[in-house]
């Protein structure tokens, strides 16, 4: 089940909303935790179990740790051992054989194991868990099903964000249920939803119309580098509106995961930005315990590529995603060696084409299904490969799609927020509001029902 369908925004949501303000406050976590039950085993209820073994695990290496401190350390290792073990095998392992297969004349079989999904999320939040247990930064949580709600929850289970134990500790006991916090989260979900499926649903039309032309052109390849880097963002940015909507409606109060990312002005910049419960994790949980950049130069760089190639891996079992990671190592490793001060003095507009242009070429690397395809998407870029500058359907495409690609470029920035603030008339402004959302939702409700392009690119990791 994902957010972005008629089971979920006329079933699901509306009747676990209505039972979840019904019960007493005792009761609120555990309807929360039957829900997101409910919610996984709808999509995956072969892995119920995994789940559920996850968990108990999780609650029992957490007690240890807290209770056994002269052997928290080892028990944090195995904990996190059984974690990746589990993410490794169902994830991972075929994509390992597969490797393994290259080298050997009597090839391993396949092992036929589907990917449950969003193990990739749920198992970084068990082992930050325990971490933070072990390091003394959060509580041991004693009650399971309090526990076994936080690893399950709704909301950010299949993608995220990544939410930290420690940063809903609180809220977990106790929080607070107002009007003004439900409707904003109303207000967010919403926004989100519009950004799913009326922009990068959209856009995802026109990359796929991109991949099945034979009647490719220069500019046929840079409408396909726009779209698809837009549709990563609205895609997965607006899968992390809902998801902290959702959660304000419920109570909660979860950390922003993107913050306008294509204003960067550096990679650095950039990686603050985008993804930032995913890239905030590995930097606090690999990156600073690796020693981070207060060690030697040959031991950070070492640091800066463990961490991308994990970011790289985190992502998806597929050589693509390990050079995507590296390619943002390197970049990294080279704007902290040699541009840093360059950037800072590098007009504005120009750093922002930098920026834009470098984001760009890697999600190239990060959607090909090969080595070929990559470069053959790069190259096109340029002309590579006798293509004409443009043709008659890139032409078609490109009036096609103009409008939808300007809107999401501008949205994309902070545009719409700074008129809205600055608008003098706020009594027009919480007029028109509420109209606009429901323009939103009555548009994206008919899109779906209207059984349109509707794949969701985060359901995968």
């Known amino acids: 089940m994902v957010f972005s369908s008629i089971t979920f925004l006329f079933y699901f949501l509306p009747i676990v909303l209505l039972i979840y303000y019904l019960v007493p406050k005792k009761c609120k976590n555990i309807v929360l935790l039957i829900a997101s039950l409910m919610f996984y085993f709808y999509g995956e209820p072969k892995y119920i179990l995994l789940m559920a073994f996850s968990i108990i695990s999780t609650y029992i290496f957490g007690i240890l740790i807290n209770k056994y401190k002269k052997y928290s350390k080892l028990l944090l290792k195995i904990s996190i051992a059984i974690s990746i073990g589990l993410l490794v095998y169902f994830k991972y392992i075929n994509f390992i054989i597969e490797n393994i297969n290259l080298w050997l004349t009597n090839k391993i079989d396949f092992i036929h194991v589907a990917l449950p999904i ?18 003394g930064q959060a509580k041991v949580q004693k009650n399971i099903f309090k526990l076994a709600m936080y690893i399950s929850l709704f909301p950010q289970l299949i993608a995220g964000p990544i939410i930290r134990y420690s940063s809903i500790e609180e809220q977990i006991e106790n929080r607070t249920h107002t009007f003004e916090k439900f409707a904003l989260g109303v207000r967010r979900f919403i926004i989100g939803l519009g950004k799913k499926v009326l922009i ?72 603050r930005r985008w993804h930032i419960s995913l890239s905030s994790w590995f930097r606090d949980y690999i990156y600073i315990p690796l020693g981070g950049n207060r060690t030697s130069k040959i031991k950070w760089l070492r640091n800066i590529f463990i961490v ?19 390619f943002f190592g390197i970049l990294l490793a080279i704007e902290k060696m040699f541009l840093s001060n360059f950037l800072k003095k590098m007009p504005k507009f120009l ?111």
């Not at 959660?247 to 550096?266: I, R």
């Not at 991308?308 to 590296?326: K, Q, S």
């Open 118 to 135: 969003g193990i990739s999320f749920y198992t970084f939040q068990m082992i930050s868990y325990l971490a933070d247990v072990y390091k």
């Open 351 to 461: 750093a922002r084409i930098y920026v834009l242009f470098t984001v760009m070429i890697s999600f190239i690397i990060f959607s090909g299904e090969n080595t070929e395809q990559i470069i053959e998407n790069i190259g096109g870029l340029v002309g590579i490969g006798n293509i004409p500058i443009i043709s008659k359907e890139s032409i078609y495409y490109f009036k096609n799609y103009l409008a939808v690609i300007l809107v999401s470029i501008i949205g994309s920035t902070p545009i719409f927020i700074k008129i809205v603030n600055n608008v003098k008339f706020n009594k027009i402004i919480n007029i028109l509001e509420p109209i606009f959302l429901f323009l939103v939702l009555l548009l994206c409700s008919s899109y779906i029902v209207d059984g349109s392009f509707n794949p969701f690119l985060y359901f995968r990791f």
């Open 308 to 326: 991308w190639l994990l970011t790289g891996l985190w992502h998806g079992a597929a050589w693509n995603f390990i050079l995507w990671g590296l």
């Open 200 to 271: 990068a649903n959209v856009l995802g039309e026109l990359v796929r119309t991109f991949l099945q032309s034979n009647e490719l052109s220069v500019l046929y390849y840079w409408l396909y580098g726009i779209s698809i880097m837009l549709q990563i963002y609205f895609d997965f940015s607006g899968y992390s509106d809902m998801a902290i909507g959702l959660g304000k409606m419920f109570g909660f109060d979860f950390l922003e995961n993107f913050n306008y990312p294509y204003v960067s002005l550096s990679i650095t910049d950039f990686w």
